[in-house]
Structure formats: C-alpha cells, structure tokens
C-alpha cells in the first residue's frame, strides 16, 4: 500500500512521555487497518485482534485485571512478554465488545508502556447508548480518505510530490500537478480505489469497487439503526446524499421524499457519527470564534468524491473538462477543495464551515472559513476575475483584515483587489492542487505581504 500521511500522527503519539491509548476513527474502508499494520514496522512484535473474531473477543469477555489479560493477549499470538514495550497491541472492531472500550484505561493506568490503538467502524453508534467510555483517559484520531499528495505518491509521481509541498510551488509544474489533480478528481480517495488505479490505470476497473464500497455501506445500515423505520430512512439517505453533496440541504423532504425532518435529521446525524458524511452548519461572523448557527441549513460534505463522481454519473463530464469548475454547477471541485482541507485535519473535532449574510435585499455566500492566526479567512473556489467574487467582497468588508483566499484553475498568484464598498485586500489564488497545503500557504500569504 501507498503511505498515508496520519501515519506521522501516530510517530508524535508514539513519543509522548504521558501516551493514552489511541482511539482510531473512520468511515469503513478508509484504510484505518493498513495503516496500523504500515505503523507496526516500527516494533519488534505486533499483536492484531479483530473482535470480531471469538478467540481474539474471548480475553475481554472474560476480563478480571489487566494483568491477566496482557497475559493472555501475549500468550494467544505467541508473543514475548520481555517486550512489551516494543509491542504494538491493535484492538479492530472494538465496538463488538463495548467493555473493551473501557478497558483501556487499565491500559493507561497499569500498563502505559505498551503502545495501545483500538479501531472500530461502528464504534460510533455507541457514543448514544449506555457505554462506559474512559473519558480523559484515551486519545483521538481520525482517519479520512487520500489525499492528492497520497495519491502522487501511490502513483509514483515523486517529483510533482516534491513540488507540492515546496512553498512555493514552480510554475513549470502547473500544467502537469492540474493534470495528475483531474485524475484524482475523478476517482477520488478510497484506499483501494486508488491503489488499484495506480497498479492498473484502468478506469473501468473500478466500477465494480465503487459498487462494493456503495453496497458496504447500505448493508451497514441494520448496525447503524434502532427500528425498521430508521433503515428505511437511513438508506435513503445514503442513496440520496450523493446528488446533494456540495449543496445546502433542508431535512424535510430531504432527496424528493414524503420523510419528515425530524426522521431525516436523526438519519443524518447518525451518518455524521459514522463519519460517512458532514453537516456544514454556516457562522454569519467575519471574525473568530467560530459559531455556526444550527438554526440555518447545513451545506452536505460527504466521504469521498470519487464516490459522489460515480454516483451521479459524471465521470466522463470530467474528463473532457479543461476547468473543474465547469462541472456539475462547480460542485464537484468545491466539495473536493473541502475533503482535501480536512484530509489533513486529524483532531475529532475538526469540520468545515462556511459563511452567509442573508438579508432581504441580498444573500451571500463564501464557499469556505479558516482560523489562522486569530483571523477567519475567507476562502472561495471559484474562476474568474476578482470582480466576480461578490460573496468574497462582502465578506472582507466585514472582516478586521485584509486576506483572503482563491482556490482556481490558474496558477498561483498574489493580487490586489477591492470590495464594491472600497476596501483594498490581498487576495492569495491558489491552484486546485494545493488544498491540503492551504495552511502553509497562509502562513507564506500572510507574512510576506507584512514583510
């Protein structure tokens, strides 16, 4: 398998003096077991229990003390108790023994040195049910699907991976990164959509993966719901998210259907908890702190945009375009420009968000907000001149700033622009293919134009 970036994530948990043991989360499929068995190279042994399985479930089922357990985990695979602290113990589908998940705060207590990660697609759905979870005493992650930087290094692009992460970024590379990024685009970043595209570079063969991994999910939904009803719900819901992922969503009705919001908006949340989709609540500020108001609709971010691509049926309109923007009202990109954000965004807490003014006279709308640095920067995904920015005029005549972000099809640049009301700000356009860097792009924006 290609490498996955979160992986460093785990080396700076690995190091810290006080580790807690790690909770992975993550849709089915995201690649959250490859990437704990990529991270057991670093060990001398490595014990892997799947609780689904009931000799590996037997040892939490019948627990009594930790020190019984670390003995029979270490009998069961065989492994050498002299070195714990070089074994990496990974616990998947944790969810298939809720006191497990309680369990590992004996970890922490009685046995910190042995590095503990657990995993569980449907660990989720407990988070509601009365499940003892050892609150301060486990740590977060969660893992999402390939980035473009992964994806250039599964396709053993190395010098445009190169180029991607030097600020800043050459112009002789655009032509051929713009490229490689319409490629990714189109089959986004399933863990094995994207390997399987790098070992046989044959579209049609992943059509039978995007069905796998579409029909995984609707399968899941028995896991996932309380009644007949809610698996009713809940897979119209799957079925639906595709054509109005990148748009805002009203929960009545939700996907032309007679459901009430109520119904629609448990279903929702419960696949939000899944972290098969997100709801994208707007803020109405120009300033931090961040404080969306649930009040108003949410914009839909789903998985993955290689599986909205498949799904709508819009492959072949991507290929023959020369500007992403141009596809399906300019979506597909903007939905894309925000996985890449928070591809590189690990913490559990972390979301998009967006910003609107509506007022009777006028609406506006920015595609995306960034905190960096104390300041709320606005970012929009759209080509074009500034002029056409009117949301993004609106925004800055309200901000207490004066930068401002552009994701386009061109190549990266620094302009001057105005809002209608006069204000003067910098507006930083950056290529499609830089999302994932947006952070230290802001950081050379920002302190170059001081400078």
């Known amino acids: 398998m290609f490498n996955r970036y979160i992986i460093n994530e785990l080396d700076k948990w690995l190091a810290q003096s006080s580790r807690k043991p790690l909770i992975l989360r993550g849709a089915r499929q995201v690649g959250k077991t490859t990437l704990v068995k990529q991270f057991a190279n670093r060990f001398e042994q490595y014990?892997?229990?799947?609780?689904?399985?009931?000799?590996?479930?037997?040892?939490?089922?019948?627990?009594?003390?930790?020190?019984?357990?670390?003995?029979?985990?270490?009998?069961?695979?065989?492994c050498s108790l002299d070195q714990k602290k070089r074994t990496l113990i990974f616990i998947d589908e944790i969810q298939e023994v809720p006191a497990a998940l309680n369990i590992l705060r004996y970890f922490l207590e009685q046995e910190p040195d042995i590095p503990v990660i657990a995993a569980g697609?449907?660990?989720?759905?407990?988070?509601?049910?009365?499940?003892?979870?050892?609150?301060?005493?486990?740590?977060?992650?969660?893992?999402?699907?390939?980035s473009f930087p992964e994806f250039l290094d599964?396709?053993?692009?190395?010098?445009?991976?190169?180029?991607?992460?030097?600020?800043?970024?050459?112009?002789?590379?655009?032509?051929?990164?713009l490229q490689l990024f319409h490629t990714y685009a189109l089959i986004g970043g399933m863990p094995e959509i994207v390997k399987t595209y790098s070992e046989k570079k044959d579209l049609l063969a992943l059509s039978s993966i995007y069905d796998s991994l579409i029909a995984s999910y609707m399968d899941d939904v028995e896991k996932y719901a309380s009644s007949d009803s809610q698996i009713q719900h809940i897979r119209h819901v799957i079925r639906s998210s595709f054509p109005e992922a990148g748009s805002r969503i009203k929960?009545?009705?939700?996907?032309?259907?007679?459901?009430?919001?109520?119904?629609m908006g448990e279903a929702l949340r419960t696949l939000e908890k899944a972290l098969l989709l997100q709801l994208l609540f707007p803020v109405t500020s120009a300033q931090l702190p961040l404080l969306p108001d649930v009040k108003k609709s949410p914009k839909?971010?789903?998985?993955?945009?290689?599986?909205?691509?498949?799904?709508?049926?819009?492959?072949?309109?991507?290929?023959?375009?020369?500007?992403?923007?141009?596809?399906?009202?300019?979506?597909?990109?903007?939905?894309?420009?925000?996985?890449?954000?928070?591809?590189?965004?690990?913490?559990?807490?972390?979301?998009?968000?967006?910003?609107?003014?509506?007022?009777?006279?006028?609406?506006?709308?920015?595609?995306?907000?960034?905190?960096?640095?104390?300041?709320l920067i606005p970012v929009e995904v759209k080509s074009g001149?500034?002029?056409t920015l009117k949301s993004l005029h609106l925004f800055m005549d309200e901000a207490p700033h004066s930068f401002a972000v552009r994701f386009y099809s061109g190549?990266?640049?620094?302009?001057e622009a105005q809002t209608t009301s006069g204000k003067v700000y910098q507006l930083l356009n950056l290529p499609y293919y830089l999302g994932t860097q947006l952070e230290k792009y802001l950081d050379w924006f920002v302190n170059s134009t001081r400078s």
Request: net charge negative; glycine share 6%; hydrophobic share 40%.
């Open 300 to 375: 839909l971010q789903i998985l993955d945009t290689g599986l909205l691509n498949y799904a709508v049926g819009i492959q072949r309109e991507i290929l023959g375009t020369s500007d992403l923007n141009s596809v399906y009202q300019g979506k597909v990109i903007e939905h894309l420009i925000g996985q890449e954000i928070l591809s590189v965004q690990n913490a559990a807490l972390d979301k998009l968000n967006f910003w609107v003014r509506e007022k009777k006279t006028s609406n506006a709308e920015v595609d995306f907000v960034f905190s960096f640095e104390g300041k």
């Open 251 to 263: 929960f009545e009705g939700f996907g032309n259907s007679p459901y009430r919001s109520r119904d």
């Open 154 to 177: 599964a396709m053993g692009e190395t010098a445009a991976l190169q180029q991607i992460e030097h600020v800043p970024v050459a112009t002789f590379s655009h032509s051929k990164l």
């Open 411 to 415: 190549e990266l640049s620094v302009t």
């Open 121 to 146: 697609s449907m660990l989720e759905t407990l988070f509601d049910k009365n499940i003892s979870f050892p609150v301060g005493r486990v740590e977060y992650k969660v893992v999402r699907p390939a």
């Open 47 to 78: 014990i892997y229990l799947n609780l689904e399985l009931p000799e590996d479930r037997q040892p939490f089922e019948q627990f009594t003390s930790i020190e019984t357990l670390v003995q029979a985990l270490f009998f069961i695979k065989n």
């Open 385 to 387: 001149k500034e002029g």
